[in-house]
C-alpha cells in the first residue's frame, strides 16, 4: 500500500511472480548479465553497419535468416563467424542461465508503473541457432544438440515468463529448434537420427500458443524428423 492509501499493484503482481523465486533458481541476473557482455563486446566490422543491420553482417537482409537455417562454414560467411565468436561468453552465460528454473526481475520501485521487461532473450536465437549450424556442417552433432537443447530451454522460461513478448520470442526460438533437429537428423547417423526424434518428441506442448495453426506446423516438422528416420532404416 503506498503513503496515499492506494494499492501499488506493481509491487503486488511482481510479489506474486516472485513466489518461488529464488537467487539459485533465478535465470534474470544470468541473462541480464549475458546481454550486457553481448552489448560490451569488442567491435568489428558488424558493428559500422547501421543499427538495424547488425544482425546481418555479411551480406544483405537474409544472411540471418540463412545461417540460422542452413549448414555454413566460416570461411563463406568471416564477419558472421567472428560475429558469433566474439559473443561466445554470452553465450554460455545463456546456456547457463537457461538451466535456471525461474526468470523474475528485480523488484520495482514503489510507485512505478512497470518493472523491467526480461531481459532481450530474442538477441540468443541467431546466435545460438547459426552457431548450432556451422557445427552441424562440421560434423560436431553433440555441440549442435547443446545449442538446440540451450534453446528450447530458453524458450521454456520465456513462456513462463508471463511476458507480453514471450510467445513471440518461444516462436523465434522453436522454428530455429526444429530445423536445427531436421538438419541434425538428415546428416547424423542412424543412432544420431533416432537422438533428435528425441529431442524433438520432448519438447514441452506449453511451449507455444495452442493455436490450430501452431499445432499443425509443429506435426509437420516432426513428420519430416520422422520419414528421415524411416528412410534411413528401409
Not at 535456471?100 to 526480461?118: E, H, I, L, N, Y
Not at 532481450?120 to 547459426?130: E, G, H, K, Q, R
Amino acid at each position: 500500500v503506498l503513503p496515499d492509501g492506494t494499492i501499488d499493484y506493481t509491487v503486488a503482481l511482481w510479489e506474486h511472480m516472485h513466489r518461488g523465486v529464488t537467487a539459485e533458481n533465478n535465470a534474470y541476473p544470468l541473462l541480464a548479465s549475458a546481454t550486457r557482455e553481448m552489448a560490451k563486446a569488442p567491435p568489428s566490422a558488424a558493428d559500422e553497419l547501421p543499427k538495424d543491420k547488425r544482425r546481418n553482417p555479411d551480406l544483405g537482409d537474409n544472411v540471418q535468416d540463412w545461417v540460422r537455417f542452413h549448414p555454413w562454414k566460416a570461411s563463406d560467411y568471416p564477419l558472421m563467424a567472428a560475429w558469433i565468436k566474439k559473443d561466445e561468453p554470452a553465450l554460455t552465460l545463456a546456456e547457463v542461465a537457461s538451466r535456471k528454473t525461474r526468470m523474475c526481475p528485480p523488484k520495482p520501485a514503489p510507485g512505478t508503473v512497470q518493472w523491467k521487461d526480461s531481459p532481450p532473450v530474442i538477441d540468443f536465437v541467431t546466435p545460438l541457432s547459426a552457431r548450432a549450424m556451422e557445427r552441424l556442417e562440421l560434423g560436431d552433432q553433440q555441440a549442435a544438440m547443446n545449442d538446440a537443447e540451450t534453446m528450447q530451454r530458453l524458450a521454456s522460461l520465456m513462456a513462463g515468463s508471463d511476458t507480453s513478448l514471450g510467445f513471440f520470442i518461444t516462436n523465434q526460438f522453436e522454428s530455429s529448434i526444429f530445423r536445427v533437429a531436421l538438419i541434425g537428423a538428415r546428416t547424423g547417423n542412424i543412432t544420431q537420427k533416432r537422438q533428435w526424434l528425441a529431442f524433438v518428441l520432448s519438447l514441452p506442448e506449453d511451449s507455444m500458443p495452442p493455436t490450430d495453426m501452431d499445432t499443425a506446423w509443429r506435426f509437420e516438422r516432426l513428420n519430416e524428423v520422422m520419414e528421415i528416420l524411416r528412410g534411413n532404416a528401409q
